[in-house]
């Protein structure tokens, strides 16, 4: 998830939600979100509830080295042993297909077929390393839009998506279901991890508020990359401050340890002791989307070691 500068920012923008528990909780509990892959305002503190514990995170790698161990990786896959796979060599183009789903209330987050278009650009350009950073050897082609006009759905993407995910999910494990709504809280969207798929696979896809798109009203989240960090989620990148300064972080060597996620668009921050500045211009830290520009060569190594083992 990444957060935003204030939460009084989106209720300024959008007409507030119907009542009940606010998104990023369950139970009216904010220390138990259901979603620890989801991208959070700037400055909304409570990190415990968006990333996997270095437990968990250390039982999810344990079971990907499984797999991968249990694949004939042949010429097309190398792992060299290493913790972040950054030896794997990639053979091939990953082109995934998209099915976008617009739910709306009206006209409110109704958005055009253009502005659809615009974001599978962002994708394109961002995993594509036309901003800066790495080519991740990742594509994205878009094969249609649906459009649900339904208040509830909309206003409340978490409460429902249990019912509009189902009706609406298309493919299989290596399609990209991509859900634009009215996000309220601190959330800018969500994603499911690729592990996750094999036990509720209609669940599966990324969710982003319809206003963080390409020219969409929140100021420092307008130019889509909140849709290039869930994606990334999708695609089984972790924070970039996953484990903090201590374990094994986000499990890719090119990305440097970080205690915290970045506010804004610092001009430099060292959080932790370890060789290396913080990763603020990487697309799956919390900074601002003018900041944002690039995944590294290790990210896209992970990105296509756990497509092999998950989505392939």
């Given at each position: ?14 007409p ?31 990190r ?61 987050g ?19 390393g ?30 429902y ?72 989620h ?66 896209g ?12």
């Amino acid at each position: 998830m990444k957060l935003l500068a204030a939460a009084a920012l989106l209720a300024a923008l959008v007409p507030a939600a119907p009542s009940g528990p606010s998104l990023g909780a369950r139970n009216g509990r904010l220390d138990d979100c259901a979603h620890p892959e989801a991208r959070l305002r700037t400055g909304a503190h409570g990190r415990e509830r968006n990333d996997l514990t270095p437990a968990q995170a250390a039982s999810v790698e344990q079971r990907l080295n499984r797999i991968l161990a249990g694949l004939d990786l042949g010429t097309t896959y190398r792992a060299d042993g290493s913790k972040n796979g950054a030896g794997l060599r990639r053979a091939t183009q990953i082109s995934i297909p998209v099915y976008f789903h617009v739910i709306h209330d009206g006209a409110r987050g109704n958005v055009s077929t253009g502005e659809v278009l615009r974001q599978i650009s962002t994708l394109n350009a961002s995993y594509g390393g036309r901003n800066g950073g790495a080519n991740t050897g990742v594509s994205f082609r878009l094969k249609a839009v649906s459009r649900s006009n339904n208040a509830a759905w909309f206003s409340d993407p978490e409460r429902y998506e249990g019912t509009f995910k189902p009706r609406l999910h298309v493919g299989g494990k290596g399609t990209l279901n991509l859900y634009s709504a009215y996000i309220g809280g601190d959330l800018l969207g969500w994603s499911t991890f690729p592990w996750k798929y094999r036990s509720d696979p209609k669940m599966d896809g990324v969710t982003i508020h319809y206003a963080s798109m390409p020219g969409g009203s929140i100021d420092h989240f307008n130019k889509g990359f909140s849709a290039t960090h869930e994606v990334g989620h999708w695609l089984g990148l972790y924070h970039t401050f996953q484990d903090g300064c201590s374990a094994q972080g986000d499990r890719v060597s090119d990305t440097p340890a970080e205690r915290d996620p970045t506010n804004g668009c610092p001009s430099g921050k060292d959080t932790c002791t370890s060789p290396g500045y913080d990763p603020v211009h990487n697309y799956m830290d919390y900074s601002y989307d003018t900041c944002m520009t690039s995944f590294t060569a290790g990210q896209g190594a992970r990105i296509h070691t756990v497509w092999r083992a998950y989505r392939a």
